[in-house]
């Protein structure tokens, strides 16, 4: 997991409507290659996202404004991506958690993980970015 300190040094280094254009570009294709084809080549995720499978894990949602990445903040949308959804939920007392989400620790670097992160926040509407922006700001008070 990426340490805290490293995400404070990237939140306050690199905003997200300051993300540099080709670090943006570089999450636009790593998002395309590891993401799109359960997240949609436009963010859009999967049909009745908020409705489980037979198997009862829930299609991929939508990154773009209309899901939830929003109201998430970055540590945690940054542990989602690096350990999956079962194995983040089982390391916060949640074991046996059915999700459809793998981890890409041994795909992605951290550096890696934060430029498509970033990419996906820089999609989003003003008002949602700070809104996000905040919600990570505000996490631990």
């Known amino acids: 997991m990426m340490p805290k300190f490293l995400t404070i040094l990237l939140m306050l280094s690199t905003p997200t409507f300051a993300f540099a254009e080709d670090a943006l570009n570089d999450g636009r294709l790593l998002y395309a290659y590891n993401c799109a084809s359960c997240h949609g080549a436009n963010l859009e995720g ?3 996202w908020r409705t489980p499978n037979d198997d009862s894990i829930l299609p991929a949602p939508p990154h773009d404004e209309t899901g ?3 109201h998430h903040d970055d540590d945690l949308l940054f542990s989602y991506t ?8 089982k390391q916060r007392g949640m074991p046996g958690f059915a999700s459809g989400m793998p981890g890409f620790k041994d795909i992605l670097t951290d550096a890696e993980i934060v430029t498509v992160l970033e990419y996906i926040k820089s999609t989003w509407p003003k008002e949602i970015q ?4 905040e919600r990570s700001r505000n996490k631990d008070q």
């Open 68 to 70: 939830h990445t929003w």
């Open 130 to 133: 700070e809104a996000q922006s």
């Open 46 to 48: 999967q049909e009745n």
């Open 82 to 89: 690096k350990l999956g959804g079962a194995e983040l939920l």
